[in-house]
């Protein structure tokens, strides 16, 4: 059993660490979460680096590593700011539904351009009416002739928006089948399709850089081409993209706990109460000596997530284990961060406090929590008679 990474490991961890301390500028940082707007010129330049997509094979401007090269990356820029790292990392997010499931022209047409930092990839699966239960669908594609008409609408869609290329949208495509998501399909809809339409969803608690959108199909055409693998597949084909994709978010979640840690250690060695360092004190060397441990302890988990991943084995108790962990870790590590720094924690200023506000979405999206204990006692209990 080895716990080392490799040298080529390394060399990518050092790479990303030489690019967020050149490139993350605290007062650019700060001006576009202010602005709310999406950090375009740290993305192309990550996508020149070869950051984005490191997953993809070489032939679609990737580099041909795995999910583990590719969450090491994902916690070092998360590490270096909780906010344009979120962007960064899911720049591609859901291609690995093409990656894995499409076609040839499919991958081809896309894969480079989300790797080159052309266009952002979204997956449209979650719905106004409901939330966390992908097992049903309003949004329907029928037939006709040749094409697949989509009608529908889709919430809280990361990356939804003007910068997006394509949409993987899953879809009811047999209203007869019995239960109802052995009748859905993933559906690849080009961005500026006609009948597509895009409304933010408002100013959201944290990850404010990032646009979240509400998607809108009317009479949406597309090629029955379009379609991504086989027809009737799009459910199990989604769940099997959420055991990579919940790898990644429990990497953000870990690179944000890392983040905070990494502000309020610095914090407490340099600041001084009662006539001396409050790193001095015990209660502060507990705090530190807790946030520690639990980011060790996700760290652990989110590796081996990772590698067991790119084993070949599809294990949704590891991953899901992982994200509930890591997401849980970064939520009370950034809030021990401000604690620490005191009211200097809850200025802006300081950082600390908008690691807190992003870190929350960890424990939120690409399934809840209680979602993850609900895989997780699935996996443990097997089917209850």
């Not at 009748?183 to 990850?207: A, F, W, Y």
């Amino acid at each position: 059993m080895e716990f080392e990474l490799n040298k080529e490991q390394k060399e990518i961890q050092k790479a990303v660490r030489d690019f967020v301390k050149g490139e993350f500028k605290k007062d650019l940082i700060l001006e576009l979460e202010e602005k709310h707007e999406y950090p375009i010129d740290i993305w192309k330049k990550a996508a020149d680096l070869g950051f984005i997509g490191i997953h993809f094979p070489e032939e679609y401007s990737g580099q041909g590593l795995g999910v583990m090269e590719n969450i090491l990356v994902a916690e070092e820029l998360c590490r270096g700011d909780s906010s344009v790292g979120a962007c960064l990392i899911l720049a591609d997010f859901a291609s690995e539904i093409v990656l894995h499931f499409g076609s040839d022209e499919q991958k081809k047409t896309w894969l480079p351009k989300v790797a080159e930092g052309e266009v952002l990839s979204c997956g449209a699966f979650t719905e106004p009416d409901h939330g966390s239960d992908i097992t049903r669908m309003e949004t329907t594609a029928v037939k006709d002739g040749d094409d697949w008409v989509i009608n529908g609408s889709k919430i809280f869609i990361t990356n939804g928006g003007p910068m997006a290329g394509f949409y993987c949208v899953l879809c009811q495509t047999d209203p007869d089948a019995a239960p109802s998501h052995r009748g859905m399909s993933l559906i690849l809809v080009e961005g500026d399709r006609p009948g597509v339409s895009t409304n933010s969803v408002g100013t959201k608690m944290g990850i404010r850089m990032m646009a979240t959108a509400e998607v809108n199909f009317k009479d949406v055409r597309v090629p029955q081409g379009n379609i991504i693998g086989k027809e009737g597949r799009g459910f199990y084909q989604v769940l099997e993209f959420f055991d990579e994709s919940r790898i990644l978010i429990a990497a953000q979640g870990l690179g944000t706990a890392q983040g905070a840690y990494d502000r309020a250690l610095a914090y407490v060695k340099s600041r001084e109460q009662f006539g001396k360092k409050i790193a001095q004190f015990q209660v502060t060397q507990h705090k530190l000596a807790d946030m520690a441990t639990k980011i060790e302890m996700a760290r652990l988990l989110v590796y081996k997530a990772a590698w067991n991943f790119d084993q070949g084995r599809i294990d949704p108790k590891l991953t899901s284990m992982a994200k509930m962990v890591a997401g849980r870790t970064a939520v009370e590590v950034a809030d021990e961060a401000i604690q620490l720094l005191g009211g200097y924690g809850y200025m802006l200023d300081y950082e600390v406090e908008r690691f807190y506000r992003d870190a929350k979405i960890c424990e939120l999206y690409e399934g809840t929590k209680e979602i993850q204990k609900n895989t997780i006692a699935s996996a443990l209990l097997g089917k209850l008679k």
